[in-house]
């Protein structure tokens, strides 16, 4: 039975930490920053509560994280009372954040340095796949560790794959959030189209859904889109954080990324109108008058 910590209670950390303990016998220690989460996830499911990062992934086979950015990252590993001043030779830790491909990279020289390992390995899938135990998680790092970690992994996530080295699946998730940008705007206009021009929205989209315009974010979004329910999902605050990595890493290596960037400039928009912790979805609200919206 391996000894798992897992740090950060969030959105998702909350449901992919259930999923693994409620599907593994392995004992299970968390953490969260608010202290109240993690009692009530043991409350839920078992397993024990540390205070600090630190003393949670003490004397660990596996260390999850889930957090929400590269500061809140580096708080947990690096800082004071963080979790790599405990980390045992072999340890594996396995990063969830949606983060830089930089500190991707940097933990895991600190982890290789401590004779550990890390994973880079960002989900999608959103709320609803982390409750659903079905998301798609892409790693980075060295096989032999992406290898032990799988068979916990997949305890919620549907489809699980090694990109690369170190920094790998940073990238990949900065991929997957270029075009999630690019989908999400067109939909938001065709929606928008489709209304001025007086069309029945829902039998426009019973149509082009079985056609070459379909994709995940046209099933699933257009008719909360038709309906103006934006307070769920991928928030906007969210989007914006993963768009800025996706072009800090597009200045480094040279891609031109014209959509993204202007997709972000309309996520910009909406947060300025207070439309922070709205779904992304939310793009809709651009196009429409108020009255409408």
Not at 240 to 260: I, W
Request: contains cysteine; glycine residues 10%.
């Amino acid at each position: 039975m391996a000894k798992i910590a897992w740090i950060g209670l969030g959105v998702m950390g909350t449901h992919m930490a259930g999923h693994l303990a409620s599907k593994s016998d392995h004992e299970i220690t968390v953490y969260n920053r608010t202290a109240q989460k993690s009692l009530d996830w043991v409350s839920s499911f078992g397993g024990d509560h540390a205070p600090t990062p630190l003393q949670a992934a003490e004397n660990k086979d596996f260390v999850f994280c889930c957090v929400g950015n590269d500061q809140d990252l580096r708080e947990v590993t690096l800082g004071p009372n963080g979790a790599f001043a405990s980390l045992k030779p072999g340890a594996i830790f396995i990063d969830h954040t949606s983060s830089s491909a930089t500190i991707a990279r940097e933990l895991d020289a600190q982890a290789q340095d401590n004779g550990a390992h890390f994973l880079d390995a960002p989900v999608s899938g959103g709320e609803k796949g982390a409750q659903d135990g079905i998301l798609t998680v892409m790693a980075g790092g060295q096989e032999s560790a992406f290898a032990l970690a799988k068979p916990l992994i997949d305890c919620f996530a549907a489809n699980c794959k090694l990109m690369g080295p170190a920094g790998a699946g940073q990238l990949t998730k900065m991929v997957n959030q270029i075009a999630i940008a690019g989908l999400v705007q067109a939909l938001a206009e065709a929606v928008h189209f489709a209304e001025n021009a007086e069309l029945d929205v829902a039998q426009v989209m019973s149509v082009i859904t079985k056609g070459a315009a379909q994709s995940w974010q046209m099933e699933n979004r257009w008719e909360t889109m038709k309906d103006r329910k934006f307070d769920y999902g991928f928030a906007v605050d969210w989007m914006r954080k993963d768009l800025a990595n996706c072009l800090d890493e597009a200045r480094r290596n040279g891609a031109q990324l014209p959509v993204a960037a202007l997709v972000d400039q309309f996520y910009g928009e909406i947060q300025q109108k207070g439309g922070n912790r709205l779904d992304t979805s939310s793009l809709l609200t651009r196009l429409v008058h108020n009255k409408k919206a």
